[in-house]
Each structure stands twice: as structure tokens, then as C-alpha cells.
């Protein structure tokens, strides 16, 4: 997910996206603590991902 395209959609699109976001990392912590997870890698994807929703969504609210 860049940046760029995140700036580009509006409130509404960013919420839905953290949602579908925050679902997604939900998601793959249990695929880890069951042991059926091995692309470790995408963990820290998604966290990143939360992060720079987050941080477009603040420089939209303008605080």
C-alpha cells in the first residue's frame, strides 16, 4: 500500500481501509499463536500499513 493512493481517497475510504486493515493483522496474529504461520513477514506489513492509514488520516484532519 503507497502512500500516494492513501492521500488520494477520501475519510470514509481511509476508515474502511483501516478496518479491512486492522482485520487482516487480527487475523494473522492467530494464524501465528495457532502455529499454522509461517510468513512472518506480513506481520510487520500490516503494522506498517496501520501506521500510514493512520498518519494520512491525521494530516487530513489537519492536527
Known amino acids: ?3 500516494d493512493e492513501l492521500r488520494q481517497k477520501t475519510s ?9 486493515e486492522l482485520k487482516e493483522q487480527f487475523r494473522l496474529r492467530m ?6 504461520f509461517n510468513q512472518t513477514h506480513l506481520l510487520k506489513l500490516s503494522r506498517r500499513n496501520v501506521a500510514k492509514i493512520k498518519t494520512v488520516m491525521t494530516e487530513k484532519t489537519g492536527a
Open 31 to 36: 494464524q501465528k499463536s495457532s502455529g499454522e
Open 12 to 20: 470514509d475510504e481511509l476508515v474502511e481501509a483501516l478496518n479491512t
Open 1 to 3: 500500500m503507497k502512500v
